[in-house]
């Protein structure tokens, strides 16, 4: 077993476990807290599938974004748009048969991470020379677009200039996905010793680590903001937060 191969596969499964219990720890802090006051942004849905159309719309088309702001609309369109095909393209090193739709992607995956590079230094751009950006932007706001920045040209390189081989790769891969060990005493299955690859995820795997402290969680919080997701029915309907039912029902009955 070689030593580069051991230590991807542990950090792998160390990222992973981080990502997953610590999103999953946010959200459960995000549903537990409670929200007191009506505040949904106005003009607000009457209906909880108006709700779900409002939040759609932010999600996938950034909606109130595009009112504000068109320039940083295409940018983290463009960003958003292509890092989830990137990501479609990466579903064939963690599966056996990816089947039709991921074989389609393929190219478009291959040459979207342009556009997705174009997006965050567009975003970068921003940080640095609109002075009012600047003055807000904190050193993580820089360091998170730097780690994407770096993801993205690792990626591109990996992808067009050192030209990895992806087969050995994916046999890496598939040996951590299904916790296939033994494999990693035979040589096809030990990860490619390119620099520009093993940089390349552990650049992903720091992203992994930090993605649960870090602002990227606007990716599930949006859901639970409270001034997208209230429905605007104040007058039909009383909102008591859940901590304070029980106060309210006692003053209901003194009255
Ligand atoms: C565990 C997660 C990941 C693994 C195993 C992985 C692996 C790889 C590999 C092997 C390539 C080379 C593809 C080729 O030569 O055909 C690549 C390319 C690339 N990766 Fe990743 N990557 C991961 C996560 C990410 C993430 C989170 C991003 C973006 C934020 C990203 C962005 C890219 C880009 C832009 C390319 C170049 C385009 C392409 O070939 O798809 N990767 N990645």
């Known amino acids: 077993m070689e030593f580069w191969t051991v230590f991807y596969a542990?950090?792998?499964?160390?990222a992973t476990f981080i990502l997953i219990s610590g999103v999953v720890y946010?959200?459960?802090?995000?549903a537990k807290t409670p929200a007191p006051l009506k505040v949904p942004t106005m003009p607000a849905p009457l209906t909880s599938s108006g709700v779900v159309v409002r939040i759609l719309m932010e999600v996938i088309l950034f909606k109130s974004l595009f009112r504000s702001n068109k320039w940083i609309w295409l940018f983290a369109m463009m960003f958003h748009g292509a890092l989830?095909?990137?990501?479609?393209?990466?579903?064939?090193y963690f599966v056996v048969e990816p089947g039709l739709i991921i074989d389609l992607i393929q190219p478009f995956g291959k040459y979207g991470s342009f556009i997705m590079?174009?997006?965050?230094?567009?975003?970068?751009?921003?940080?640095i020379f609109v002075e009012r950006i600047r003055y807000i932007s904190s050193p993580s706001d820089y360091l998170m677009l730097i780690l994407l920045i770096a993801i993205g040209i690792s990626g591109?390189?990996?992808?067009?200039?050192?030209r990895t081989d992806i087969i050995q790769f994916k046999a890496f891969m598939l040996s951590v996905v299904c916790f296939q060990w033994q494999h990693f005493q035979l040589p096809?299955?030990?990860?490619?010793?390119?620099?520009?690859?093993?940089?390349?995820?552990?650049a992903v795997m720091l992203l992994m680590?930090?993605?649960?402290?870090?602002?990227?969680?606007?990716?599930?919080?949006?859901?639970?903001s409270p001034g997208r997701n209230q429905i605007d029915n104040s007058r039909e309907k009383r909102h008591i937060a859940p901590w304070a039912v029980k106060k309210f029902e006692t003053q209901q009955k003194g009255n």
Do not use: C, N
Request: aromatic share 20%; net charge positive.
């Open 10 to 14: 542990v950090s792998f499964y160390f």
């Open 26 to 30: 946010k959200i459960y802090q995000y």
């Open 84 to 92: 989830w095909i990137v990501l479609l393209r990466h579903v064939r």
């Open 117 to 127: 590079l174009f997006g965050l230094l567009g975003l970068f751009m921003r940080r």
């Open 156 to 162: 591109i390189l990996v992808s067009f200039v050192t």
């Open 188 to 202: 096809e299955y030990q990860i490619p010793i390119d620099a520009m690859l093993l940089f390349h995820l552990a």
């Open 209 to 224: 680590i930090i993605f649960p402290i870090s602002k990227l969680l606007h990716a599930p919080g949006i859901f639970f």
